[in-house]
């Protein structure tokens, strides 16, 4: 296993270093399809829009909010008893400014400087880095496409386990885009409880599978509560990417202590805010299939339209992601997006942006309409570089 260490530099977001790139192309007249940031363009509904208008006209909204509202408490509550059967006490809910955000946070208030924290390869960027910046050290566990991106907990060894203090687990997957299913969880619960480790879920693309499947909770799992809480956010089911509305879900007592330390450094969700999370979790929920469907086409625009020019990408099985392996040509996934960009305007994230266990791939974002996932296909033919 990989380990990471608090106080090493860090590199600038890969995210940052693309969008300089983005714009030396776009300033060089070139028409630039940018499937890199997973930032929906689809609308949000326009009761949300309304509901937050509203809100924001009224003055007594502007003070600082501290807690969440009874509204948005009773809205989260029955949410998660409709979509996962899940109960959820007051006490076990609290709203963060963003699932980026709360994961950044999430370990202070019970990691250090002595403590061990799992996270995946590949994996997202702030699980490794939100351990990092409480000064905990980060033990890597490698996510192989063998096991379908699944991780095999045989992967990681008796001491490390014993001596870790959380684990950050992510599904479905950004960026391999695979999906656990029920038995997975099962397994994480018993491997947390015999381990005594805090689970760290991050659940944020649970409504798009784009296998036809409903998504889980890991807390529909018994025993879940016991051993951690999850992350679920209302950016990409709801298109409100920009309102920063998440929520740390299940343990009281995980909730208990980072609401304490959040109390230190944040005064709380802006009520207007709140009162559109309000209208999106309570209002009519069509939305929810009409992005999925929406998503789905775009896969399969993107995905088969690959397939059919030589590079067999499989269809991505969950998240607004495609996963793919690049040609055996090239030495590095940054070199093969490097060479992407210039002859073709499509941009696309490295895998090593993502851990060790990333290279060798890419990951796409599903943010453009399926004809321009075509032009995208057309211009990765006409360019050669599958070829060389």
């Known amino acids: 296993m990989q380990f990471l260490k608090a106080g090493e530099p860090a590199e600038s977001n890969i995210f940052n270093q693309l969008d300089e790139r983005k714009r030396a192309l776009l300033q060089s007249g070139k028409d630039v399809i940018n499937l890199s940031i997973g930032t929906p363009d689809f609308q949000p509904d326009s009761h949300v829009m309304e509901a937050v208008s509203r809100a924001a006209l009224d003055p007594e909204q502007y003070k600082y909010s501290l807690n969440e509202t009874r509204a948005l408490l009773d809205a989260v509550q029955d949410w998660y ?61 490698p996510l192989k496409e063998e096991n379908n991106w699944l991780l095999d907990f045989a992967d990681i060894p008796e001491d490390i ?23 997975f969880y099962e397994r994480l619960v018993t491997f947390a409880r015999e381990h005594n480790i805090i ?34 956010s209302l950016s990409k089911t709801y298109n ?50 009409r992005n999925r469907e929406g998503y789905m086409a775009r896969r399969d625009a993107l995905c088969g339209g690959l397939r059919s020019i030589g590079w067999d990408v499989p269809d991505a099985q969950g998240t607004m992601f495609v996963w793919a392996k690049i040609p055996d040509r090239f030495a590095s996934s940054v070199d093969f997006v490097v060479e992407l960009m210039e002859k073709t305007g499509v941009i696309v994230v490295p895998g090593s942006a993502f851990g060790a266990q990333g290279e060798g791939y890419v990951r796409f974002a599903l943010v453009v309409p399926p004809e321009r996932m075509a032009e995208a296909v057309r211009r990765i033919d006409q360019s050669g570089i599958l070829k060389g």
């Open 81 to 141: 008893k409709r979509r996962y059967d899940v109960t959820l006490d007051d006490d076990e809910i609290m709203a963060v400014c963003g699932s980026q955000e709360g994961i950044a946070h999430v370990c202070f208030p019970f990691a250090g400087p002595n403590d061990l924290i799992l996270a995946p390869d590949p994996g997202y960027p702030i699980f490794s880095f939100g351990p990092l910046m409480a000064g905990a050290t980060v033990a890597l566990y």
């Open 199 to 232: 689970v760290i879920h991050d659940n944020a693309y649970s409504d798009l599978l784009l296998n036809g499947e409903q998504g889980l909770s890991f807390l529909s799992i018994p025993g879940a509560k016991e051993v951690g809480i999850e992350f679920n």
């Open 240 to 289: 409100l990417t920009g309102m920063r509305v998440s929520f740390a879900l299940g343990n009281r007592e995980v909730i208990n202590k980072f609401r304490a330390f959040r109390s230190q450094i944040d005064y709380g969700m802006f009520y207007p805010i709140q009162a559109g999370a309000v209208a999106a979790l309570t209002g009519p929920q069509d939305i929810v299939a």
């Open 161 to 183: 386990a014993d001596r870790a203090k959380a684990m950050v687990v992510s599904y479905p997957n950004n960026p391999t885009t695979a999906v656990a299913d029920r038995a």
